[in-house]
């Protein structure tokens, strides 16, 4: 897991360390020093804790005008145990909400796992950012992630699946990916009419 690098090509528009309004801001990274672990694996040292022991984020973008974020994770989504949506609500989300942040794109192509417990927090999320016609989109969840996270109705309030899945987000630029996952979203509810 020591290689698996948060996404880099997007440096150039954008870096959490050197953005004023995030809660990465003046970080400084050690190419060379590893610290952070998921479980006995360390992970490279570019990505940011948040409080959690299993999952770990990098904001990859932010657009403060069309106020929205994306974000990549890696590791375990362990709520049950770790309570790790409490960690990513409080020390992250709840953050990048106070400076008027309402969609969110959580690219998941490296959580491995998810264990589910309480929505209760999906719900609150949900509920800060509706009002300003916010969302919350996961994009590329394995499909076993996929599964686990609907047995725990997060779908009531997070957009996921297969429709979200294979995504070649990469190749984009960041400006872009939040029309075309809201042109996909909107999609899918002009089907369910």
Not at 8 to 35: H, I, L, V
Request: with cysteine.
């Amino acid at each position: 897991m020591h290689d698996i690098e948060p996404w880099y090509g997007w440096r150039d528009e954008y870096t959490a360390e050197n953005d004023a309004k995030s809660p990465f801001y003046g970080r400084e990274y050690d190419e060379a020093y590893f610290t952070n672990k998921i479980y006995n694996y360390y992970i490279h040292p570019q990505w940011d804790s948040f409080g959690s022991e299993t999952l770990y984020a990098k904001i990859l973008y932010v657009d403060y005008s069309k106020k929205f974020a994306l974000i990549e994770l890696i590791g375990e989504w362990n709520d049950c145990i770790e309570n790790d949506i409490m960690f990513l609500k409080r020390d992250l989300i709840d953050y990048l909400i106070k400076k008027h942040i309402v969609k969110f794109v959580i690219f998941c192509d490296n959580v491995l796992n998810y264990h589910g417990d309480d929505d209760s927090y999906y719900e609150e999320w949900y509920e800060d950012i509706r009002d300003e016609n916010g969302w919350i989109c996961l994009v590329n969840t394995f499909d076993h992630v996929s599964r686990e996270m609907k047995k725990y109705r997060l779908h009531y309030y997070v957009n996921f699946g297969p429709e979200f899945n294979d995504i070649n987000w990469r190749k984009r630029k960041p400006g872009h990916l939040p029309d075309e996952i809201e042109k996909i979203m909107y999609k899918g509810m002009k089907l369910l009419q």
